[in-house]
């Protein structure tokens, strides 16, 4: 049997993808968000946007590492969930904390540095969700779609900065986030350029002409 072919893969990761929702969900139902509900669900929409990003970023080393080429076919549906998560994320925001007050809003944008970067990351990350279709690759270009989604890493540091930025004492959590993702980028680098090096083939023009 083989395993990428069967329906239920997919329905399962979109299953396991959608469970934190669920969860966050029946603890609202439930009354067991705790004294302040609004940060709780700003919190973990916050967390699982910052948790989607960095697995669909793991998912080319995790291919690279284990020769599974065919998770490639979850990285869509991964990355359209940080987006999901993220729209709930702002969504909270604008809705639930700040009750659609526009000047308000605009004004925490310009004064709060962290809402700042959260700003700009979750902006960044439309243009990504809006060109993840077959039929907008097909549009851009296999090699523009690819520059463009490249952008994940700066949205990626944008959220771990963020994070870094609104907590006030206790700095390990995002820390821990921040060396997944300091770990993937290096992976990044090692894989485009470590690997060459070590078996003495040139660097390719552009990289070798920036040092
Ligand atoms: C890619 C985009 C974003 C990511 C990855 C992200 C991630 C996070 C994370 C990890 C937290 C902290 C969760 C915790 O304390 O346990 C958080 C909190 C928060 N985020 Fe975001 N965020 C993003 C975008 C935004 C945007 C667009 C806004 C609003 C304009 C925003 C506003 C907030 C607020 C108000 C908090 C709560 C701060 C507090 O607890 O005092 N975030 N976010």
């Given at each position: 049997m083989d395993v990428w072919k069967q329906p239920w893969l997919k329905v399962g990761v979109f299953g396991a993808c959608l469970s934190p929702l669920v969860v966050l969900a029946w603890q609202a139902l439930t009354d067991n968000l705790g004294a302040n509900p609004i940060d709780e669900i700003t919190d973990q929409t916050g967390l699982w946007t910052?948790?989607?990003?960095?697995?669909?970023?793991?998912?080319?080393?995790?291919?690279r590492l284990t020769g599974w080429n065919r998770l490639i076919q979850l990285r869509r549906m991964l990355g359209l969930f940080a987006f999901f998560y993220g729209s709930l994320h702002f969504l909270t925001y604008i809705w639930l904390d700040q009750f659609f007050a526009v000047e308000d809003i605009v004004a925490d944008i310009m004064e709060r540095p962290f809402i700042t970067v959260g700003f700009a990351s979750f902006v960044l990350l439309m243009p990504l969700a809006v060109t993840s279709t077959t039929a907008m690759i097909k549009r851009l270009g296999g090699k523009w779609w690819q520059r463009l989604h490249r952008l994940i890493y700066a949205i990626a540091i944008g959220g771990v900065v963020h994070y870094l930025w609104l907590v006030k004492a206790d700095l390990q959590q995002p820390l821990i986030y921040g060396s997944?993702?300091?770990?993937?980028?290096l992976?990044?680098?090692?894989?485009?350029?470590?690997?060459?090096?070590?078996?003495?083939?040139?660097?390719?023009?552009?990289?070798?002409f920036r040092g």
């Open positions: 910052l948790r989607m990003l960095l697995i669909t970023l793991a998912v080319t080393p995790a291919r997944i993702l300091g770990g993937l980028l992976y990044r680098v090692w894989d485009r350029y470590g690997r060459r090096w070590l078996a003495g083939i040139p660097l390719p023009r552009k990289a070798a």
